[in-house]
């Protein structure tokens, strides 16, 4: 499942930052209109601060976006490459092969729709990831900004805006955890929902995301919802604290020529 994760790490890293920045700009934009109209501009981007209901929104709607167009399509495609190894193929040759090639046999044996098999809970799950994630981040980061801004002199003012590097690598790492530890039911239920094939003419077992949370708990216990969390954080978290650290200093390096 390797190439149907790294096909979709850059594409969606790209949408989700670049949906991130324009529904914040939106959203920054009505807020300042009906809720502060004495603030008439935009934020400096030495600055780059917003209140912590426009940063929840944007990052929600940003999750929503990436889940949709990215997400769930990739995850279909690695957990199918994945989870093959425990029905193998009588000749013994993989049936999914890459991702390309997994998508597929997958729209050819099962339609299209089956890409986006999962798509609720996916879109759940990432919504409130990237809602937390995003919120948490800005609110630390605009409240360390904000405290060198107070405590420093008039000369070295120019140098408190934004964060050290290894400080986005902690604050991303510990922002991006704090939805994987909320939102970890949602991603056992897209996970079953995903891997199940679903045959014509038999109702699947998993087939809503409140009916597979039920179901779930009942046969195995509700700490069964929460499987495979530690996994998922020690994936999540160096991921988040790599990439925000990477976006700030990429950031700052382009925001010298623009």
């Not at 190439?3 to 790490?9: E, H, K, L, Y």
């Not at 809720?35 to 600055?47: C, V």
């Not at 919802?225 to 390096?253: C, D, H, N």
Request: some cysteine; aromatic content about 8%; glycine content about 8%.
């Amino acid at each position: 499942g390797l190439t149907a994760v790294w096909s979709a790490v850059i594409p969606k890293m790209s949408i989700r930052f670049v949906s991130f920045e324009w529904y914040r700009d939106r959203l920054g934009s009505m807020h300042r209109k009906y809720y502060a109209p004495s603030q008439s501009s935009a934020p400096s981007s030495a600055q780059q601060q917003y209140p912590r209901s426009v940063n929840f929104v944007a990052g929600l709607a940003s999750g929503l976006t990436e889940a949709v167009l990215v997400v769930t399509p990739a995850e279909v495609c690695k957990i199918r490459m994945q989870s093959q190894r425990l029905h193998p193929l009588e000749s013994g040759r993989s049936k999914y092969t890459n991702a390309a090639q997994t998508a597929t046999v997958i729209v050819r044996e099962e339609g299209l729709g089956a890409l986006w098999r999962g798509v609720v809970p996916t879109m759940l799950r990432q919504g409130c990831n990237q809602a937390c994630n995003f919120t948490a981040y800005n609110a630390i980061k605009d409240a360390i900004v904000q405290y060198r801004r107070e405590n420093s002199s008039s000369e070295s003012k120019a140098d408190t805006f934004g964060l050290k590097p290894y400080e986005s690598l902690i604050l991303g790492g510990l922002s991006g955890g704090l939805g994987p530890i909320i939102n970890n039911p949602l991603d056992v239920v897209k996970a079953r929902q995903q891997r199940q094939v679903v045959v014509e003419g038999i109702a699947p077992k998993y087939h809503g995301v409140l009916q597979s949370c039920i179901l779930i708990a009942q046969e195995e216990g509700i700490i069964a919802l929460w499987k495979g969390i530690g996994p998922r954080l020690a994936r999540i978290m160096p991921g988040q604290a790599i990439t925000f650290a990477t976006y700030e200093s990429v950031s700052k390096q382009l925001s010298q020529f623009l």
